[in-house]
């Protein structure tokens, strides 16, 4: 079973500023089954990221996705007031397995 | 559009089979474009995929949930099912429902959420 391990914990930025959170695996993941999602209090998960870097239908551009192996990172050039949330990742591997990271909350500063 | 909603007792007892349906409307659930998943999350904490369904009704469960998890289609209705036996206090959670695509193997469309409580 692959382990995703988000770093870090929490984030506390100011609107305005550039958030980079980690997504690290236990083995290397095929980044084409690597994918980010938001989440705010009280809603579902949001898909943000296909595909380690595809943003996903009405996803603003200020939302980035890079990395391969074992390293992936979801970038938000500019925080938005809205984008104080969790993010997780989350991978899929051939077992098949669906595996989520803990999560990364973005707070205001 | 496609959405997606989860429905069920909001409250099961010990050792009792938790039951939750999806409903989906905008879409067919026989489309061999997608699958169809659960995953949960117990309060305050992270995201639990529980297992997923294909068109095909080939199902694939979490190992460390598969003895008690049963998915299945009802494609006359348009919606599928969770069962979820034995329970205890550990499987109280917000249940989601979710359309999984076929070539990122992500999950792009989400129902609200339904809170479980397992207590007597």
């Known amino acids: 079973e692959i382990v995703l391990t988000q770093s870090p914990g929490t984030l506390s930025l100011s609107p305005g500023e550039r958030a980079t959170l980690s997504c690290r695996a236990s083995?290397?993941?095929?980044?084409?089954?690597l994918a980010w999602y938001q989440q705010k209090p009280g809603q579902a998960p949001r898909l943000l990221i296909s595909?380690?870097?595809n943003r996903a239908t009405g996803i603003p551009d200020r939302f980035s996705g890079s990395g391969s192996g074992t390293d992936l990172t979801l970038t938000v050039s500019r925080l938005e007031p809205e984008d104080f949330a969790v993010y997780y990742c989350?991978?899929?591997?051939?077992?098949?397995?669906?595996?989520f990271g803990q999560g990364t909350k973005v707070e205001i500063k | 559009q496609l959405q997606l909603q989860e429905s069920g007792p909001g409250l099961v007892k010990p050792s009792e089979t938790l039951s939750l349906t999806c409903s989906v409307s905008?879409?067919?659930?026989?489309?061999?474009?997608?699958?169809w998943g659960w995953i949960r999350q117990p309060p305050g904490k992270g995201l639990e995929w529980i297992g997923s369904?294909?068109?095909?009704?080939?199902?694939y469960y979490n190992p460390s949930l598969k003895s008690r998890v049963t998915i299945s289609l009802d494609t006359s209705k348009n919606r599928f099912s969770l069962k979820l036996s034995s329970v205890t206090a550990a499987d109280t959670a917000i249940y989601y429902c979710?359309?999984?695509?076929?070539?990122?193997?992500?999950?792009?469309?989400w129902g609200q959420g339904t809170t479980v409580t397992v207590s007597s």
């Open positions: 989350q991978q899929y591997d051939s077992s098949p397995f669906w595996t």
């Open positions: 083995q290397s993941v095929s980044s084409s089954f």
């Open positions: 905008g879409g067919s659930i026989s489309s061999s474009s997608y699958y």
């Open positions: 369904i294909y068109y095909s009704g080939s199902t």
């Open positions: 979710a359309r999984g695509d076929t070539y990122y193997h992500d999950m792009d469309v």
């Open positions: 595909g380690a870097s």
